[in-house]
């Protein structure tokens, strides 16, 4: 990383981020440019836990090549100063260079979707999975990291630059990002389709 006063080396943050958060994208060889897809995830055991159609491009470009690149970032403000070299962002993100282990098992699917399902899920309350409507039809991918980086810019109120100059930053918040921790309770009640 070129940037190290930037490096996000706090790896339970880390976590706890790539827990959170609802969208990653994947990023597939594919010709003439690389294919970037947006999709759910969950984030266990040093990898990631991602689906597509058995009869997609995605597919296809995996089989082709395991190698994936997964990116998930949150931008939570505009940061302005008088000197327009200084106009920036505050921001997290994660890249990660995987292997991706496919499988088209009908059983191991549904195992991956049933783990994938506790971090949108957890309450339980759903129908179990069709094979005929689901498995059949889709592939689970585990995408095991090969290696991460993670950068992170969030100043504190006065912060000075990195050259030591203080730009006199103004921000502007963005609006929350799409994390599960920013749903209401009521997301996550089990008696909702009693």
């Given at each position: ?61 995996i089989a082709a090549d ?39 098992d009908d059983l191991g ?86």
């Amino acid at each position: 990383m070129r940037r190290t006063d930037l490096a996000w080396n706090d790896w339970p943050a880390v976590r706890a981020f790539l827990e959170d958060h609802a969208v990653c994208r994947v990023a597939v060889h594919d010709t003439p440019f690389p294919y970037v897809v947006p999709q759910s995830y969950r984030f266990v055991e040093g990898a990631f836990l991602v689906h597509c159609s058995r009869a997609g491009r995605m597919a296809r470009c995996i089989a082709a090549d395991p190698h994936v690149t997964i990116e998930i970032d949150q931008v939570e403000s505009l940061l302005k100063a008088p000197r327009a070299d200084n106009t920036s962002l505050e921001y997290r993100s994660v890249i990660a260079r995987c292997i991706t282990r496919a499988s088209l098992d009908d059983l191991g699917i549904e195992e991956q979707q049933y783990a994938a399902l506790e971090k949108y899920r957890p309450e339980h309350d759903y129908e179990p999975i069709s094979r005929e409507r689901a498995t059949r039809r889709i592939v689970a991918l585990r995408c095991e990291i090969i290696e991460l980086s993670a950068k992170k810019r969030i100043l504190a109120d006065g912060q000075a630059a990195a050259d030591g100059s203080n730009p006199g930053y103004a921000r502007y918040p963005f609006p929350p990002a799409a994390t599960l921790s920013s749903l209401p309770a009521e997301a996550f009640d089990p008696r909702r389709f009693s």
